[in-house]
């Protein structure tokens, strides 16, 4: 028995498969591990005891620097937000609640429009700006036309990258060409999904880095986040922090609010502070109802 560590890239039926320094390990989860009955995730880093035959048993799990629930996987780093320029129009709401999800979880949100080839002029481009001037990392890409695939890949070298957004916005299709493996694209992952075909979560290795696809992760919960912190988790306002007259404003009603000068000014971009508005209100309705159980 040699110890070896790694990241568990894939879970089937209690055997996982460990991506360690001498290439991959099939292992179960046996012993020690059981007692303390945590349950290995796809992304988790692990010590392993590898046996001759190549086949191993997980002995332990690193401390998890997040996790989500659905998909289930650990240790994200960055989730790659993408959506159509065109066809389907952007979802303004889910991109900004995806947003603040990640950054609540420690995950660098970075935006990637795709599909420039369907919108005209500089469509693409305004959607960016938007994000850019937030603060946030953006790429410009098109499947199609394939242009923007460097700028994928450079975001991989020693990182988890889960690729995120709705439907049909070309997900797999950019992942496909950043893996070159290809991957369910178009109506087939939405016949697997009518049919409740089970998916199994899989990192993919490449570029130095894993990359993750999650079809259906466009419903992601908002677990965890208190009304009150939102703002600090979109960085256009988070950077007022401390310029509104009132302590711990809100910046939904109160007066001399920084938040809603820069707003009025146009330094903070209108479909922002109305997803913070939406997704305040929604938490602010959370807390009220378990306070009232
Ligand atoms: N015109 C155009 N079509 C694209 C582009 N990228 C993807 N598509 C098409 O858009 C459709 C959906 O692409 P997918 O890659 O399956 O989208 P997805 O985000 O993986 O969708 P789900 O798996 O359902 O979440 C397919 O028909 C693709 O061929 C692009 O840049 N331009
Ligand atoms: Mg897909
Ligand atoms: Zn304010």
Not at 95 to 119: M, R
Request: with cysteine; net charge neutral; aromatic share 6%.
């Amino acid at each position: 028995m040699i110890t070896a560590y790694g990241k568990i890239i894939k879970g089937v039926g209690g055997s996982y498969l460990v991506d360690t320094a001498d290439g991959l390990v099939e292992c179960s989860a046996r012993g020690r591990l059981r007692r303390t009955e945590l349950i290995p995730m796809v992304g988790d880093r692990v010590s392993v005891s590898v046996g001759k035959d190549n086949t191993g048993s997980i002995d332990k799990i690193c401390p998890r620097k997040n996790f989500l629930i659905r998909p289930p996987v650990a240790n994200i780093d960055i989730l790659l937000i993408v959506c159509a320029a065109a066809s389907p129009e952007p979802d303004f709401t889910l991109l900004d609640k995806l947003l603040a999800i990640a950054s609540g979880k420690d995950i660098e949100g970075v935006v990637c429009v795709n599909k420039t080839d369907l919108a005209p002029g500089e469509k693409a481009g305004e959607i960016a700006d938007i994000y850019k001037r937030a603060g946030y990392r953006t790429l410009i890409a098109c499947a199609r036309e394939n242009t923007g695939i460097d700028d994928i890949i450079g975001l991989i070298p020693g990182k988890t990258v889960a690729f995120a957004g709705l439907s049909g916005v070309g997900k797999s299709s950019l992942l496909s060409l950043v893996t070159e493996r290809s991957l369910a694209v178009g109506g087939v992952s939405r016949i697997e999904r009518g049919r409740h075909t089970t998916r199994h979560v899989e990192l993919i290795q490449a570029h130095g880095g894993y990359v993750l696809d999650t079809p259906g992760f466009s419903r992601l919960e908002v677990d965890g986040i208190k009304a009150r912190d939102l703002r600090l988790l979109f960085p256009e306002m988070a950077r007022l922090e401390g310029k509104c007259r009132f302590r711990g404003c809100t910046h939904t009603a109160e007066p001399d609010c920084a938040v809603i000068d820069a707003l009025d000014k146009g330094d903070i971009a209108q479909s922002r502070y109305d997803s913070y508005k939406q997704m305040y209100e929604a938490l602010k309705e959370i807390k009220e109802w378990e306070e009232n159980k």
